[in-house]
C-alpha cells in the first residue's frame, strides 16, 4: 500500500485542459453506433458476464446467501410507460430480528457497481428541493465512502486516459470502452454535469455534498489513475479526510477476475484493509454522535 504524489510518473494533462476538451466517441463521431447493435453487444457481454459470475462461486470462501430482498420502485423508466425497480439484498446478523426489537440501530453498508459520488451530489441536490417543513422523514448521514477505481472525469476523453496511464496494454479494451461511452454518454454535453464527470462539481458542491471520510483504492495500471489521484488531492484541499491507495501492478477491475481457481491474493488484502478503515470510521463517528 502506498499513497500517490503529485510527482507520481503517471502524469496526464492538467485540470485546465479537462475542462475545455470535448467527450470524443472513439469510432465516427458523427455516426454513432444504432442502438439495436448497442443492445446485441450489451446483452453478449451480460451473458459472458454471468458466466464470469458462476465461476465466481468456485474459489473459497464462498459468499454467503442474502438473509432478504426488497424491490423499490424508482422515477427512472424501464420503458416508455412503466417505472423501472430496484433489487436489493441485505445481509443482517443472525440475531437482527429480535435486536431491532429491542431498539438496536444497526449503520448500513451500501454496495453497488459504479457512480458512488454522483449518488451522492444528486442525493444532495434532492434533499435541497424540499420545501421547508414539508420534510418530516429523517434525513440520511453518510459516514464514509469507499471507492474503488473510480471514473471521475469523463471530460478526458480515452486516449487521453490512456496516454496518461504508465501501463496502456493494461487498460480496459477499446471493446468495452466505446460500448460504455456510447450506451451511457449519448450526448457529448453530458461530460460536464457533475453527475457524470463528478470532478466537474464545485468546491461548494463537493464539500456538502461528500462525507468527511473518503477512501479511494486505485489501480497502478489503470487509465483512471491519474483523475483519482488529483481528485484526492481536491478533496483533501477542501478539509475531507482522504485514504487514498494505490494497489501495485494492478488494473481496472482486478477485483473481478473470474478465474474459477482461486482469487488474486491482493484482494484479500485490500478489501481487509478497507473494511478495516470502515470499521474505525464508524467506531469514530459513533463516539461523536
Given at each position: 500500500?502506498?499513497?500517490?504524489?503529485?510527482?507520481?510518473?503517471?502524469?496526464s494533462?492538467?485540470?485546465a485542459?479537462?475542462t475545455?476538451?470535448?467527450?470524443?466517441?472513439?469510432?465516427?463521431p458523427?455516426?454513432?453506433?444504432s442502438?439495436r447493435?448497442?443492445?446485441?453487444?450489451?446483452?453478449t457481454?451480460r451473458?459472458l458476464a454471468r458466466?464470469g459470475?458462476?465461476?465466481?462461486?468456485?474459489?473459497t470462501?464462498?459468499?454467503p446467501?442474502?438473509?432478504f430482498?426488497?424491490?423499490f420502485?424508482?422515477?427512472?423508466?424501464h420503458?416508455?410507460?412503466?417505472?423501472?425497480?430496484?433489487?436489493l439484498a441485505f445481509?443482517v446478523?443472525?440475531d437482527?430480528?429480535?435486536q431491532?426489537?429491542?431498539?438496536?440501530r444497526?449503520?448500513?453498508v451500501v454496495s453497488f457497481?459504479?457512480?458512488g459520488f454522483?449518488?451522492?451530489?444528486?442525493?444532495?441536490?434532492?434533499l435541497?428541493?424540499?420545501?421547508?417543513?414539508?420534510?418530516?422523514?429523517?434525513?440520511?448521514?453518510?459516514?464514509?465512502?469507499?471507492?474503488w477505481y473510480p471514473s471521475?472525469?469523463?471530460?478526458?476523453?480515452r486516449s487521453q486516459?490512456?496516454?496518461?496511464?504508465?501501463?496502456?496494454?493494461?487498460?480496459l479494451?477499446a471493446?468495452?470502452t466505446?460500448?460504455f461511452d456510447?450506451s451511457?454518454?449519448p450526448?457529448?454535453a453530458?461530460v460536464?454535469?457533475p453527475?457524470?464527470s463528478p470532478?466537474a462539481?464545485?468546491d461548494?458542491a463537493?464539500?456538502t455534498?461528500?462525507?468527511v471520510?473518503i477512501?479511494?483504492y486505485?489501480?497502478e495500471w489503470?487509465?483512471?489513475?491519474r483523475?483519482?489521484m488529483?481528485?484526492?488531492e481536491r478533496?483533501?484541499?477542501?478539509?475531507?479526510?482522504?485514504r487514498?491507495v494505490?494497489?501495485?501492478?494492478?488494473g481496472?477491475?482486478?477485483?473481478k477476475?473470474?478465474?474459477?481457481f482461486g482469487?488474486?491474493w491482493k484482494v484479500?488484502?485490500y478489501y481487509?484493509?478497507a473494511?478495516?478503515?470502515?470499521?474505525?470510521?464508524l467506531?469514530d463517528?459513533?463516539?461523536k454522535d
Amino acid at each position: 500500500m502506498r499513497t500517490p504524489t503529485p510527482n507520481s510518473p503517471s502524469s496526464s494533462p492538467s485540470r485546465a485542459a479537462a475542462t475545455t476538451t470535448p467527450f470524443l466517441t472513439p469510432s465516427n463521431p458523427s455516426k454513432p453506433p444504432s442502438r439495436r447493435l448497442l443492445t446485441l453487444q450489451a446483452l453478449t457481454w451480460r451473458f459472458l458476464a454471468r458466466i464470469g459470475f458462476w465461476l465466481h462461486t468456485f474459489p473459497t470462501p464462498s459468499p454467503p446467501a442474502p438473509s432478504f430482498h426488497r424491490t423499490f420502485r424508482t422515477t427512472a423508466l424501464h420503458d416508455s410507460t412503466s417505472a423501472a425497480s430496484l433489487n436489493l439484498a441485505f445481509y443482517v446478523p443472525a440475531d437482527y430480528t429480535r435486536q431491532i426489537q429491542h431498539g438496536k440501530r444497526y449503520p448500513v453498508v451500501v454496495s453497488f457497481h459504479g457512480g458512488g459520488f454522483t449518488v451522492l451530489l444528486r442525493l444532495q441536490t434532492y434533499l435541497q428541493s424540499l420545501a421547508p417543513g414539508l420534510d418530516d422523514a429523517p434525513r440520511p448521514h453518510v459516514v464514509a465512502i469507499i471507492a474503488w477505481y473510480p471514473s471521475l472525469d469523463y471530460r478526458l476523453s480515452r486516449s487521453q486516459r490512456r496516454a496518461a496511464s504508465i501501463r496502456p496494454d493494461k487498460a480496459l479494451p477499446a471493446v468495452l470502452t466505446d460500448l460504455f461511452d456510447a450506451s451511457y454518454l449519448p450526448d457529448p454535453a453530458c461530460v460536464t454535469s457533475p453527475y457524470v464527470s463528478p470532478a466537474a462539481a464545485t468546491d461548494e458542491a463537493l464539500m456538502t455534498a461528500l462525507p468527511v471520510y473518503i477512501a479511494l483504492y486505485l489501480c497502478e495500471w489503470d487509465m483512471l489513475l491519474r483523475e483519482g489521484m488529483d481528485f484526492g488531492e481536491r478533496l483533501e484541499g477542501l478539509g475531507k479526510r482522504v485514504r487514498c491507495v494505490v494497489v501495485d501492478e494492478r488494473g481496472h477491475g482486478f477485483d473481478k477476475n473470474p478465474w474459477p481457481f482461486g482469487l488474486d491474493w491482493k484482494v484479500g488484502l485490500y478489501y481487509g484493509r478497507a473494511c478495516q478503515w470502515l470499521c474505525e470510521v464508524l467506531e469514530d463517528s459513533r463516539g461523536k454522535d
